[in-house]
């Protein structure tokens, strides 16, 4: 059964999308993201003589510019490092944080509930931009060019501007009455307040200036001076809390990675304030004690299902920015903690979540973020998840900045026990708290084994982590980048206590058997993810490539 739908699911790919995957060719280097001029942004850079962490620069400033629907300035985001000479890894945390005047109650109104959306749309749902502060640091400790370099190809896609693809306008869609709130992002993103024709230009002058000043003075062209001004100006006319101490406060982290370890292969992930690194290791851990091959495929996805309600059990009740919670990191990626786990799991019947401790709920859509991979010649890499939250992230550009803010606050708890935006609910340890970092699941990872090693991620919300370790998985049987992401995807997090599985995810027979072990089902609206993923075969020395069938990425070897 499991072949057959291997040959299936290679057919399928070899028909309908051979197109967009590039196959294994000789060492070189390569570079996967969500938009093909991002992807030649990076390659641009690598050919001036820039390393990965250039291109890194490039690449995160150019889907700032011509995908801003997922990433951007006035975001955040993880980059995961491997250096080559030297081994050295680290993750650098460009995490959005809470405003300093920001407090528990800033959401909820006198009677103590959620004001609907307002961590969501506008000013006051942003958090203070760490993507700015990541790309200086990357240039400056890691890169081999100038900032200014690496920010070229950004600069001119804002000033000549660029065609605008079929998400990017689903995207305006889905946030248009937003958008038409705040004259300056209707101004530069829609055409009189509607979504801009198939194949409009779009320009962004405002951008441009920004990331110029950015090139030219670094830090102090964002976090302070004329670009820091407009920014506080607007977010406190439109009634937002920033102050020119967050900005100029802001800094970015060095991280340790969380690592692990799944029947001989080393994973190296996000730490907190990310709960991907941790959650992916433990459901891991979890699955280490079967034989996932030798099951039949419904008692396999029911492991892999209780292992994924496990791990998302405890990211809600544990989980939180480390720098202001005792997050219990290495118990949770303990290998003891996870065999005690792996004993309440039944081979005959699903576990109900609310049988598990505690009764915090949570669920997740998501279509936006991004995550792009890069390995050069050398054998530095990146792994870099960028967000500014929601499409769009809070709709609201800052006057005169062309700078699109996120909407992240909503990645905080508002109130315990109520979902935020993507449904997600957790509890003290995730609390607003002034200068804190909100919890995520972006999850940029690396994955090794004598053979091989892989460089992946993607955007999806909760769901982020699951398909992270669904590619782990297929990984451990020896697939390559195609597979793991043309595989119809699942994915359970706790609560809602449903297995939710993209169409063609679950034959009928799986769902009739799942069924009967006691999980609910439910085939998800739309196919989700955009994964962006580079493997090198240390012998062969090939590079393989993909970038997600779901989105409208580009991954090359050159
Ligand atoms: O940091 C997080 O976990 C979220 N802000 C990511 C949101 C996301 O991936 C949306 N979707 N595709």
Excluded at 373 to 383: C, L, P, Y
Excluded at 509 to 520: A, D, P
Aim: glycine share 10%; net charge neutral.
């Amino acid at each position: 059964m499991i072949i057959l739908k291997k040959l299936f699911i290679t057919l399928f790919f070899l028909v309908c999308f051979h197109g967009q995957l590039i196959g294994a060719t000789e060492r070189k280097a390569a570079i996967a993201s969500a938009h093909t001029l991002a992807t030649y942004a990076g390659f641009e850079i690598l050919q001036q003589g820039g390393n990965a962490f250039d291109a890194a620069v490039a690449v995160s400033a150019a889907l700032a510019v011509v995908e801003p629907a997922g990433s951007g300035l006035g975001g955040g985001g993880f980059w995961l490092l491997h250096r080559a000479s030297d081994g050295f890894e680290t993750m650098i945390d460009g995490r959005e944080k809470a405003p300093l005047a920001a407090h528990r109650e800033m959401y909820l109104d006198k009677r103590g509930e959620v004001i609907k959306d307002l961590s969501i749309n506008g000013a006051l749902s942003a958090g203070i931009p760490g993507l700015p502060a990541a790309l200086v640091h990357l240039s400056e400790q890691y890169g081999k060019l100038s900032l200014a370099q690496s920010l070229q190809p950004a600069i001119r896609y804002a000033q000549q501007g660029f065609v605008i693809g079929e998400r990017h306008r689903k995207l305006l869609k889905f946030r248009l009455p937003v958008l038409m709130n705040n004259p300056q992002a209707a101004s530069i993103f829609l055409d009189n307040n509607k979504v801009p024709n198939e194949k409009s230009v779009l320009q962004q002058t405002d951008l441009a200036n920004t990331l110029k000043q950015l090139a030219q003075y670094g830090i102090n062209g964002f976090y302070t001076g004329d670009v820091a001004n407009k920014l506080i100006n607007s977010v406190r006319k439109a009634g937002g809390i920033w102050t020119l101490q967050d900005l100029e406060n802001y800094q970015i982290v060095e991280r340790d990675p969380v690592i692990g370890e799944y029947n001989g292969i080393k994973i190296t992930s996000a730490a907190p304030p990310s709960s991907g690194g941790i959650v992916l290791i433990e459901a891991l851990n979890i699955l280490s004690g079967y034989n996932l091959s030798k099951l039949d495929e419904i008692t396999r996805k029911h492991i892999i299902s209780e292992a994924m309600r496990r791990a998302y059990h405890d990211r809600a009740f544990y989980l939180g920015d480390s720098d202001f919670v005792d997050v219990p990191i290495y118990r949770l990626i303990n290998q003891d903690y996870a065999a005690g786990l792996r004993t309440s799991i039944r081979l005959d019947k699903a576990t109900p979540s609310d049988s598990l401790a505690g009764d915090v709920e949570q669920k997740s859509r998501g279509r936006n973020t991004t995550h792009f991979s890069i390995m050069d010649k050398e054998g530095n890499r990146v792994a870099a998840t960028l967000s500014v939250n929601f499409p769009f992230g809070s709709a609201f550009v800052a006057e005169g900045t062309g700078v699109l803010l996120n909407d992240e606050m909503d990645d905080f708890v508002s109130k315990s026990g109520v979902m935020n935006g993507y449904g997600l609910v957790g509890g003290a340890a995730n609390a607003i708290e002034s200068g804190k970092r909100m919890l995520s699941s972006m999850t940029p990872t690396f994955i090794e084994d004598e053979t091989r090693v892989a460089v992946l991620g993607t955007p999806g919300g909760s769901r982020i982590i699951s398909m992270v370790l669904l590619a782990v998985l297929d990984f451990a049987e020896g697939e390559g980048p195609d597979y793991w992401l043309w595989t119809p995807r699942f994915h359970h997090q706790y609560i809602p206590d449903m297995i939710q599985y993209e169409e063609g995810g679950m034959t009928d027979e799986e769902i009739l058997g799942l069924s009967r072990l006691g999980h609910k089902l439910k085939e998800t609206l739309y196919r989700y993810g955009n994964m962006q993923a580079i493997q090198f075969n240390k012998k062969s020395k090939q590079l393989t490539v993909a970038s997600d069938p779901r989105g409208e990425g580009l991954a090359l070897v050159r």
